[in-house]
């Protein structure tokens, strides 16, 4: 069936998980930072080729699948449709880990040998920072809240270094900077898929969407509790008809 306007889209759980979540360092990891209780992960197939145009479309069917919300464990009081809908397009455009420089150029954030700067145990959220970049990106308010530019921090990249960063409600936040990006590059090679440019270097073609407490409002919760630091993101690669989805709610434990 061809995609169109009206389009139905049927979705079939794939069996097999892609080597970056299967990895022992990266599972060890979740589990450290509290983000393999509640979070999931699954690829799907849909029953019909994506069509970027028809996207609104083709995620509204994504969530509202059977098949897709008994694997991510969505809530039974989200509504069975979900026409209120939206989401943001992640920017791709920056592949690689110096991106993240910048963190370790601040002396306000990371220290000379890389470990994360200290600072007052203080909660946001129902999310307690004891180092400065968690509270980076815990606090809206930080001083440190516009090191990266609005733009920036639409990419997928940065999105990803976020969630891993913050964690969930019992996260046990490393001590240096090194694990996060390592687990960064791992699950953004999970949900960006690449081929090399025409210059040389790599491009991403995956369309990659990211849906949070904001994003889903209107249309009924994907999450179990509100906050400002649930997260999902849906990478879709249109060649292998594939669709990878890692499901990041934050479910405080008070």
Known sequence: MEPTDDAVYAFELLPTALPQWTSTDVKV?????????????????????????????????????????????????????????????????????????????????????????????????????????????????????HLFTAAEQRELIFQIFKRLVIGGAMCQSDETLQPYLDVTKAIYKALAAVRKGPQGGVHVYSHVYLFTDESTRKSGTLFQKPSPFNACFVAIDPKKQAVQCWYVPYVPFW
Not at 82 to 107: I, M, N, Q
């Open 29 to 145: 990891k979740l589990m450290q930072w509290n983000l393999d209780e509640h979070g999931r992960v699954g690829r799907f197939r849909p029953s019909c080729p994506f069509d970027p145009n028809d996207d609104a479309a083709f995620l509204r069917c994504f969530f509202e699948s059977p098949v897709v919300r008994d694997h991510l464990t969505v809530p039974a009081s989200t509504p069975t449709t979900l026409d209120g809908l939206s989401f943001e397009r992640l920017a791709t455009t920056v592949t690689s880990l110096a991106f993240f420089d910048k963190l370790a150029d601040e002396p306000g954030l990371v220290s000379s040998g890389g470990y994360l700067r200290k600072c007052l145990d203080e909660v946001y959220e129902h999310c307690t920072v004891s180092d400065s970049v968690r509270e980076m990106m815990a606090n809206c308010d930080s001083e440190h809240a």
